[in-house]
């Protein structure tokens, strides 16, 4: 059975940062292995983010993938200082960054049912904590796969090599609670849904 929470102790913090090593520096080479001596990839903004995970809870808790949520912060977010903007949020105190999403080599396979958990992760996170503007970066089939889900991500520049060819892009909570009724009521109901309730649409 999948599950999809939040980070809650070292042990899960150690297991995200090892995959994020395993995908970012050995398989795609984002990043250069030899600066992660203990084979964790971890930087400044983790003490300034919440992690979320996906587990496969009859396979040993094994991990099927991982994101980040960038807090404001003096150090501002990767996408202002990596990116040319044309457009940024409005209200920089109620934004957050995705960061770091990972599907782990094994959960290929099952990638759409681990981003549909962990971006509800993300949309809970945003509504407990009055959070109004997401900057994302992406690359551009993930972007088209996003939107054609419903998810109003909005251009905010252009792209850049920056952990591969990506795209710096703007979700809005507010813009995303009132198109995505009409664009995909399904996924809108299931982001509705109870974390208790949540079992039942996978």
Not at 36 to 39: E, L, Y
Not at 139 to 151: F, K, N
């Given at each position: 059975m999948l599950q999809f929470k939040r980070a809650s102790d070292p042990e899960e913090l150690e297991a995200i940062y090892r995959l994020r090593y395993e995908v970012y520096c050995l398989e795609k080479a984002y990043l250069p292995a030899n600066q992660?001596?203990?084979?964790l990839e971890k930087d400044e903004l983790d003490d300034?983010?919440?992690s979320f995970?996906?587990?496969d809870t009859d396979d040993g808790r094994e991990l099927l993938g991982c994101f980040r949520l960038i807090l404001p912060s003096d150090h501002g977010f990767p996408c202002e200082?990596?990116?040319v903007l044309t457009e940024r949020t409005p209200d920089p105190e109620n934004?957050?960054?995705?960061?770091?999403l990972i599907v782990a080599s094994k959960a290929r396979k099952m990638w759409r049912y681990v981003l549909m958990g962990l971006s509800k992760e993300i949309y809970l996170f945003?509504?407990?904590?009055?959070?109004?503007?997401n900057y994302a970066v992406m690359?551009?089939?993930?972007?088209?796969?996003?939107?054609?889900?419903?998810?109003p991500f909005l251009i905010a520049g252009e792209s850049a090599l920056y952990m591969g060819q990506t795209t710096p892009t703007i979700l809005c909570m507010k813009t995303l609670e009132e198109v995505l009724p009409h664009t995909n009521?399904?996924?809108y109901d299931y982001l509705q849904a109870s974390r208790e309730e949540q079992e039942a649409w996978f």
């Open positions: 992660f001596k203990d084979g300034h983010s919440v995970l996906s587990m200082h990596h990116f934004t957050v960054e995705m960061s770091r945003n509504r407990e904590n009055h959070i109004n503007y690359d551009r089939p993930l972007i088209s796969a996003l939107q054609r889900l419903g998810l009521l399904w996924f």
